[in-house]
T-cell receptor
């Protein structure tokens, strides 16, 4: 088990409220990723980070922001949650030092419900 | 516009038989392919991978085959066991990101 934790594991929030999800790793991996998983869509990349303070957008980044002030922590923020952001959110980490080290290791997920 | 496609949402296989999960991709620039397995209420776990310079990689009961000319890869599980029942995601690496397919749910029947 790669040392990845996500908090909270479950959250119910109301439309319009801000929400922050946290991913914490103990592996000292350079790359960190946030995905959402929805029925019929598989895993879709929201944002990712390739180092402290270095982040980039994924395919479904609208409505989300991220921050990485330390190697071990990657935060995902929904500034004003909407019902379409109800989903299961997964954090992943990767070394990606070379093309043959592309594997990502996933956290346990956070189930977010926006009512 | 899906770059990684898993056209079978589900597959049922008898225990002990071979399970074959298929995946197609459109981007010829992908250079590394991966399979992940996911149980309910857990994160995906890495299963097996293959570089684009190879056509086969084997790890125990799991073998991945890559056909670059057809832009197709497959995962073979032999023999299939009850614990193999899960959702399997095909994925392809592009730069420092991985693009996932929508997944295939595998049911192993007793």
């Amino acid at each position: 088990d790669a040392g990845i934790t996500q908090s909270p594991r479950h959250k119910v929030t109301e439309t319009g409220t801000p929400v922050t999800l946290r991913c914490h790793q103990t592996e000292n991996h350079r790359y960190m990723y946030w995905y959402r998983q929805d029925p019929g869509h598989g895993l879709r990349l929201i944002h990712y980070s390739y180092g402290v303070k270095d982040t980039d957008k994924g395919e479904v980044s609208d409505g989300y922001s991220v921050s990485r002030s330390k190697t071990e922590d990657f935060l995902l923020t929904l500034e004003s949650a909407t019902s379409s952001q109800t989903s299961v959110y997964f954090c992943a980490i990767s070394e990606f030092e070379a093309r043959d080290r592309a594997e990502q290791y996933f956290g346990p997920g956070t189930r977010l419900t926006v009512t | 516009d899906q770059q990684v496609k898993q056209n079978s949402p589900s597959l049922s296989v008898q225990e002990g038989r071979i399970s074959i999960l298929n995946c197609d991709y459109t981007n010829s620039m992908f250079d590394y392919f991966l399979w992940y397995k996911k149980y309910p209420a857990e994160g995906p776990t890495f299963l097996i991978s293959i570089s684009s310079i190879k056509d086969k990689n084997e790890d125990g009961r799991f073998t991945v085959f890559l056909n670059k000319s057809a832009k197709h890869l497959s995962l073979h599980i032999v023999p299939s066991q009850p614990g193999d029942s899960a959702v399997y995601f095909c994925a392809a690496s592009q730069d420092d990101k991985i693009i996932f397919g929508k997944g295939t749910r595998l049911h192993i029947l007793p």
